[in-house]
């Protein structure tokens, strides 16, 4: 038997909802599933907000975490429910998923890009400090006093001094330029662009660029110095080389996304800086990175010369056998010219083509970094290389985008 | 017409004949070959040339090249500069005279990939390239070429 109240409700009721405009009901009749503490909200609602509200905060600091597991996971559940229910292999479902990829690389973009800001700002001073204690360590290897201890205490004072607000790095200005992170570059901000179902993966990009804007004022600032905007220059030449890994996998951009060209995407990871913070860190303390950033097919790829030494055949069989080690030579060094990707490491490219490898690992070049050896760009040494007067001689400057034709291979005595 | 080929005015201009070989101040190129032979790369002296006659001939060209760094041989009276060309095997060796800046020889090759490196030690260059090999040159006989290792 349900009992009923004595007193009627003052909780009018919700004209849908029947059983709710009998005011002397408690809970629809429900008590056991059901309970009402103030007499007008069932629980269970409350539960189910709470759960979305908490559902979605996981969500986002789960994105913001680590976005592309995310994403995968996200897209393992919808995989597993399109191919239940049938729609796997319908064509709006392949387009919508095809998209989806397309807008996905650039929430992981941002956010990385986003977080690597950050991680830039964070770590600026102490990477300002560390930077001269080392340029002060290299020059006491040069007079041969490195291990002397009282230089290596003075050292260790300077780089405290600095890090304290000394006279290489006014505390001031490093604390502004954080300031100057964290205003135009925040989680919030970057959420967004996230969550805005609006917002396109061009709006994405020109986040990316007023990030890059502001990274690219506060490290010469902070650093004060031409070796710094070297440094810097190879570390965001890294970065956008994760970052171009990151469009080419996740994002594809393989067809022509409507509110992205070429260009823009171009642009967007000529200024991206993931991890540029730690990247800048470990250039300057002389570490390294990964230099090995994506795959291409090897015909996919364009020469930048016309020939190449013989010792090219070497290479060939090298690669044909298996016994070739990537991780020794390194990836090809590839930059995009007029849509196509041309290489500068032409052997091993002609190699990979004749041994048939079906993939070789490549470096996407930003063509405004600078060349990790030479002084000058990578569009710069590209062409050099594509007006090289051995070139010419035999057939002209190399075209914009590259050769397909594979270069001819010199002969041993000549 | 004739050509009269200058050393130091080309390299003064961050140039180089692409002699595969050695180039010196007065017109003379000794050819050096590179060869393979079961993963070994040798070193096998060729002809004797004229850079004057090649060059009026169009036979050889004269290319830009990026110094990658030099070492001064202190007591052996030479600064030692090393690097590469635009096309991805070069590599050259520069001998430069510090009595004078002149240049004593040059050493070009299309196949000894970029010298990263140098090292003046007696009588020996040794330049190190980016395939990890290690070449010594005579400073006084420069044809006298090897691969150590």
């Given at each position: 038997?349900?009992?009923?109240?004595?007193?009627?409700?003052?909780?009018?009721?919700d004209?849908?909802?029947?059983?709710?405009?009998?005011?002397?009901?408690?809970?629809?009749?429900?008590?056991?599933?059901?309970?009402?503490?103030?007499?007008?909200?069932?629980?269970?609602?409350?539960?189910?907000?709470?759960?979305?509200?908490?559902?979605?905060?996981?969500?986002?600091?789960?994105?913001?975490?680590?976005?592309?597991?995310?994403?995968?996971?996200?897209?393992?559940?919808?995989?597993?429910?399109?191919?239940?229910?049938?729609?796997?292999?319908?064509?709006?479902?392949?387009?919508?998923?095809?998209?989806?990829?397309?807008?996905?690389?650039?929430?992981?973009?941002?956010?990385?890009?986003?977080?690597?800001?950050?991680?830039?700002?964070?770590?600026?001073?102490?990477?300002?400090?560390?930077?001269?204690?080392?340029?002060?360590?290299?020059?006491?290897?040069?007079?041969?006093?490195?291990?002397?201890?009282?230089?290596?205490?003075?050292?260790?004072?300077?780089?405290?001094?600095?890090?304290?607000?000394?006279?290489?790095?006014?505390?001031?200005?490093g604390?502004?330029?954080?300031?100057?992170?964290?205003?135009?570059?925040?989680?919030?901000?970057?959420?967004?662009?996230?969550?805005?179902?609006?917002?396109?993966?061009?709006?994405?990009?020109?986040?990316?660029?007023?990030?890059?804007?502001?990274?690219m004022?506060?490290?010469?600032?902070?650093?004060?110095?031409?070796?710094?905007?070297?440094?810097?220059?190879?570390?965001?030449?890294?970065?956008?080389?994760?970052?171009?890994?990151?469009?080419?996998?996740?994002?594809a951009?393989?067809g022509?996304?409507?509110?992205?060209?070429?260009?823009?995407?171009?642009?967007?990871?000529?200024?991206?800086?993931?991890?540029?913070?730690?990247?800048?860190?470990?250039?300057?303390?002389?570490?390294?990175?990964?230099?090995?950033?994506?795959?291409?097919?090897?015909?996919?790829?364009?020469?930048?010369?016309?020939?190449?030494?013989?010792?090219?055949?070497?290479?060939?069989?090298?690669?044909?056998?298996?016994?070739?080690?990537?991780?020794?030579?390194?990836?090809?060094?590839?930059?995009?010219?007029?849509?196509?990707?041309?290489?500068?490491?032409?052997?091993?490219?002609?190699?990979?083509?004749?041994a048939?490898?079906?993939?070789?690992?490549?470096?996407f070049?930003?063509?405004?970094?600078?060349?990790?050896?030479?002084?000058?760009?990578?569009?710069?040494?590209?062409?050099?290389?594509?007006?090289?007067?051995?070139?010419?001689?035999?057939?002209?400057?190399?075209?914009?985008?590259?050769?397909?034709?594979?270069?001819?291979?010199?002969?041993?005595?000549? | 017409?004739?050509?009269?080929?200058?050393?130091d005015?080309?390299?003064?201009?961050?140039?180089?004949?692409?002699?595969?070989?050695?180039?010196?101040?007065?017109?003379?190129?000794?050819?050096?070959?590179?060869?393979?032979?079961?993963?070994?790369?040798?070193?096998?002296?060729?002809?004797?040339?004229?850079?004057?006659?090649?060059?009026?001939?169009?036979?050889?060209?004269?290319?830009?090249?990026?110094?990658?760094?030099?070492v001064?041989?202190?007591?052996?009276?030479?600064?030692?500069?090393?690097?590469?060309?635009f096309?991805?095997?070069?590599?050259?060796?520069?001998?430069?005279?510090?009595?004078?800046?002149?240049?004593?020889?040059?050493a070009?090759?299309?196949?000894?990939?970029?010298?990263?490196?140098?090292?003046?030690?007696?009588?020996?260059?040794?330049?190190?390239?980016?395939?990890?090999?290690?070449?010594?040159?005579?400073?006084?006989?420069?044809?006298?070429?090897?691969?150590?290792?």
């Open positions: 038997m349900i009992a009923s109240f004595l007193i009627k409700d003052t909780y009018s009721g004209p849908s909802d029947p059983l709710s405009l009998n005011l002397y009901v408690y809970c629809f009749n429900n008590p056991i599933t059901y309970y009402d503490p103030s007499g007008h909200w069932p629980q269970w609602l409350d539960n189910i907000g709470n759960t979305i509200r908490d559902g979605t905060i996981d969500l986002i600091q789960s994105f913001w975490n680590d976005p592309e597991e995310t994403l995968n996971t996200a897209n393992d559940y919808v995989s597993l429910a399109a191919f239940v229910t049938g729609v796997d292999d319908t064509q709006t479902y392949q387009d919508m998923k095809y998209i989806g990829v397309r807008v996905e690389g650039g929430l992981v973009n941002a956010t990385n890009v986003t977080k690597g800001t950050i991680k830039l700002a964070e770590t600026t001073g102490e990477v300002g400090a560390n930077f001269v204690a080392h340029t002060i360590v290299s020059t006491g290897e040069a007079f041969g006093i490195k291990g002397n201890q009282k230089f290596i205490q003075a050292v260790e004072e300077k780089r405290k001094e600095i890090l304290t607000g000394g006279k290489a790095l006014p505390k001031a200005i604390q502004g330029i954080v300031d100057d992170f964290k205003t135009t570059i925040n989680p919030s901000k970057a959420y967004d662009y996230f969550l805005n179902p609006n917002a396109s993966l061009h709006d994405v990009a020109e986040y990316q660029m007023s990030a890059i804007n502001t990274a004022i506060a490290v010469p600032t902070a650093q004060g110095a031409t070796a710094v905007v070297k440094y810097g220059v190879r570390a965001i030449e890294k970065a956008t080389a994760i970052l171009a890994d990151r469009f080419g996998t996740q994002a951009f393989a022509g996304y409507g509110n992205v060209s070429w260009s823009a995407v171009d642009r967007a990871m000529a200024s991206g800086i993931e991890n540029t913070g730690v990247s800048f860190a470990k250039s300057l303390q002389g570490g390294s990175s990964a230099r090995t950033f994506g795959t291409l097919k090897p015909n996919e790829i364009n020469f930048s010369q016309r020939t190449v030494s013989g010792t090219v055949l070497q290479y060939t069989q090298d690669m044909a056998s298996g016994i070739w080690d990537w991780s020794r030579s390194g990836p090809l060094r590839v930059m995009k010219r007029d849509g196509q990707w041309v290489s500068y490491d032409n052997r091993r490219l002609m190699a990979a083509q004749n048939g490898l079906e993939s070789v690992p490549v470096q070049v930003n063509p405004a970094a600078l060349h990790p050896e030479l002084p000058m760009t990578w569009e710069q040494a590209f062409l050099k290389r594509f007006f090289d007067k051995r070139n010419i001689r035999i057939g002209g400057a190399i075209p914009s985008s590259g050769l397909n034709a594979q270069p001819n291979i010199l002969p041993a005595r000549r | 017409m004739s050509i009269k080929f200058d050393l005015k080309e390299w003064k201009d961050s140039s180089l004949p692409v002699v595969n070989g050695i180039a010196y101040p007065d017109g003379r190129v000794e050819k050096v070959y590179v060869i393979s032979e079961d993963r070994e790369r040798k070193i096998e002296i060729g002809e004797e040339l004229d850079i004057n006659a090649l060059l009026s001939k169009e036979e050889i060209d004269i290319v830009e090249v990026a110094e990658l760094g030099q001064d041989g202190l007591n052996s009276g030479i600064i030692v500069h090393y690097g590469m060309g096309m991805g095997g070069d590599g050259f060796i520069v001998v430069e005279s510090k009595a004078d800046s002149s240049i004593k020889w040059a070009f090759f299309e196949d000894s990939n970029p010298f990263e490196r140098a090292e003046v030690v007696g009588d020996a260059i040794y330049a190190y390239n980016n395939l990890g090999e290690k070449w010594r040159f005579d400073i006084n006989n420069p044809v006298d070429v090897s691969i150590v290792n």
